[in-house]
């Protein structure tokens, strides 16, 4: 067959990279909250509340923040078995300090107590310091702060140490479900602190123990989600539609790092393009928050309604329950379609009716196939079996993604994209 570009390229628009938002764009901010201290560690992070600073959306708030006490997210990472700045608090463990002890702190109260405590201290002793006439005395108190804060962001260097400040929201639960919900929720934080990947946003330090509950310290992204970009073109009343190979550039890096979350047993479970951060130096997979590790017997968080979006959940998740990182592959798949298409395949515009909700569902969940995409776009016959492969309602014919990563790589080296 030949090959050839897509015949409405000159009015398809590119998925640019694209910088800050300016602050028309962004929502207005919440009423100002008080400021969050630790009980031990005093103050960790200067909350900014302008308008820019503020991001809103499922069960958190999100803050800009700039760490102020640097030596209480080292205490929080040590607990949290990461003892390579043990010295630096003057910890000695076994009668000796170790950079390459393991602590399960976190089952050992009295141990995780002497870490906060000793951080808490050592924040003291810079603030008195840096106050000291003598100019030697201060001098090292701002060369030890300055390691701490760039051995903290050392993965990827924060510019004045500005982090995300992901603040939990607990929803309407009884109290015992409210115990287990937050529970889950520190556990799966925990889970994040492992993975390091680059096309994953990095979780820095998690705080339990603050006036309003836990407080997730996470890498601060300056972009637009995908669906903000696509969203942009609509309003700008242009084709909606991404490139074929725009589109494969920005999701073939999400892929991979899917496929890396799978190989360390954790399942996103609510993979879309709102949870997809394109920045100018990169393309980041967000929003965490009803993640799930594949050792975890529990099939879902406590809930009275089923985690994740509708349009973007899989057959089996949605009659189910059942989360396998074929769920991963679905959601991705949709995406994409999304992207080629210029419209999702199920359309749902108000999540909160239940009589549009069920008729999603019962489409999703019937035998009959999905919207076929080449009705918008007339996609190439290997960029159309990835786009099904992915999103087979068969879990065991759909596509892992690994093999998803593999194949998109050959779409994108092929060039070929589109059909007459």
Same mark, same amino acid.
Not at 268 to 282: E, P, Y
């Given at each position: #067959?030949?090959?050839?570009?897509?015949?409405?390229?000159?009015? #398809?628009?590119?998925?640019?990279? %694209?910088?800050?938002?300016?602050?028309?764009?962004?929502?207005?901010?919440?009423?100002?909250?008080?400021?969050?201290?630790?009980?031990?560690?005093?103050?960790? %992070?200067?909350?900014?509340?302008?308008?820019?600073?503020?991001?809103?959306?499922?069960?958190?708030? &999100?803050?800009?923040?700039?760490?102020?006490?640097?030596?209480?997210?080292?205490?929080?990472?040590?607990?949290?078995?990461?003892?390579?700045?043990?010295?630096?608090?003057?910890?000695?463990?076994?009668?000796?300090?170790?950079?390459?002890?393991?602590?399960?702190?976190?089952?050992?109260?009295?141990?995780?107590?002497?870490?906060?405590?000793?951080?808490?201290?050592?924040?003291?002793?810079?603030?008195?310091?840096?106050?000291?006439?003598?100019?030697?005395?201060?001098?090292?108190?701002?060369?030890?702060?300055?390691?701490?804060?760039?051995?903290?962001?050392?993965?990827?260097? &924060?510019?004045?140490?500005?982090?995300?400040?992901?603040?939990?929201?607990?929803?309407?639960?009884?109290?015992?479900?409210?115990?287990?919900?937050?529970?889950?929720?520190?556990?799966?934080?925990?889970?994040?602190?492992?993975?390091?990947?680059? @096309?994953?946003?990095?979780?820095?330090?998690?705080?339990?123990?603050?006036?309003?509950?836990?407080?997730?310290?996470?890498?601060?992204?300056?972009?637009?989600?995908?669906?903000?970009?696509?969203?942009?073109?609509?309003?700008?009343?242009?084709?909606?539609?991404?490139?074929?190979?725009?589109?494969?550039?920005?999701?073939?890096?999400?892929?991979?790092?899917?496929?890396?979350?799978?190989?360390?047993?954790?399942?996103?479970?609510?993979?879309?393009?709102?949870?997809?951060?394109?920045?100018?130096?990169? &393309?980041?997979?967000?929003?965490?928050?009803?993640?799930?590790?594949?050792?975890?017997?529990?099939?879902?968080? %406590?809930?009275?309604?089923?985690?994740?979006?509708?349009?973007?959940?899989?057959?089996?998740?949605?009659?189910?329950?059942?989360?396998?990182?074929?769920?991963?592959?679905?959601?991705?798949? #949709?995406?994409?379609?999304?992207?080629?298409?210029?419209?999702?395949?199920?359309?749902?515009? @108000?999540?909160? @009716?239940?009589?549009?909700?069920?008729?999603?569902?019962?489409? &999703?969940?019937?035998?009959?196939?999905?919207?076929?995409?080449?009705?918008?776009?007339?996609?190439?016959?290997?960029?159309?079996?990835?786009?099904?492969?992915?999103?087979?309602?068969?879990?065991?014919?759909?596509?892992?993604?690994?093999?998803?990563?593999?194949?998109?790589?050959?779409?994108?080296?092929?060039?070929?994209?589109?059909?007459?």
């Amino acid at each position: #067959m030949n090959m050839v570009a897509h015949p409405d390229d000159a009015k #398809m628009e590119k998925l640019e990279i %694209v910088g800050p938002a300016t602050p028309a764009e962004l929502p207005k901010p919440e009423p100002r909250p008080r400021r969050k201290r630790d009980a031990l560690l005093g103050d960790c %992070v200067k909350i900014s509340y302008g308008a820019e600073d503020v991001k809103m959306g499922g069960m958190a708030c &999100v803050y800009t923040g700039v760490i102020s006490n640097p030596f209480a997210l080292i205490g929080s990472r040590i607990i949290w078995g990461e003892t390579e700045l043990a010295p630096l608090l003057g910890l000695q463990f076994n009668g000796e300090t170790k950079s390459d002890t393991k602590l399960l702190a976190s089952l050992d109260e009295t141990l995780a107590k002497t870490v906060r405590e000793a951080a808490h201290q050592r924040w003291q002793d810079y603030k008195t310091a840096i106050l000291s006439p003598d100019l030697g005395k201060v001098a090292r108190a701002e060369e030890q702060y300055r390691a701490a804060l760039e051995w903290l962001t050392r993965e990827s260097f &924060v510019e004045s140490g500005k982090v995300a400040v992901k603040t939990l929201k607990l929803p309407s639960l009884p109290p015992e479900d409210q115990h287990e919900f937050r529970r889950r929720h520190l556990k799966q934080y925990a889970i994040l602190r492992t993975l390091d990947h680059p @096309n994953i946003v990095k979780t820095y330090g998690l705080l339990t123990e603050t006036e309003f509950g836990p407080v997730v310290l996470m890498e601060y992204l300056r972009g637009k989600t995908l669906s903000e970009l696509q969203e942009g073109l609509r309003e700008q009343s242009k084709d909606p539609r991404v490139h074929a190979k725009r589109a494969l550039e920005v999701l073939l890096p999400i892929a991979r790092a899917l496929d890396y979350c799978h190989r360390h047993n954790v399942i996103h479970r609510d993979v879309k393009s709102n949870n997809i951060m394109v920045t100018k130096q990169a &393309v980041k997979l967000i929003d965490f928050g009803i993640s799930k590790d594949m050792d975890d017997p529990n099939k879902t968080m %406590v809930s009275h309604k089923l985690p994740g979006t509708p349009a973007y959940a899989a057959p089996e998740y949605l009659a189910r329950h059942e989360a396998t990182p074929k769920l991963d592959s679905y959601g991705w798949g #949709m995406t994409l379609y999304e992207l080629l298409a210029g419209k999702p395949a199920y359309a749902l515009q @108000n999540p909160q @009716n239940n009589e549009e909700l069920r008729a999603l569902c019962t489409s &999703v969940l019937s035998p009959a196939p999905h919207p076929d995409i080449r009705q918008h776009v007339p996609l190439s016959d290997a960029l159309a079996e990835l786009v099904n492969g992915a999103i087979d309602k068969d879990a065991g014919k759909r596509w892992g993604m690994e093999q998803i990563f593999a194949r998109g790589k050959e779409v994108l080296a092929s060039k070929q994209f589109y059909r007459k």
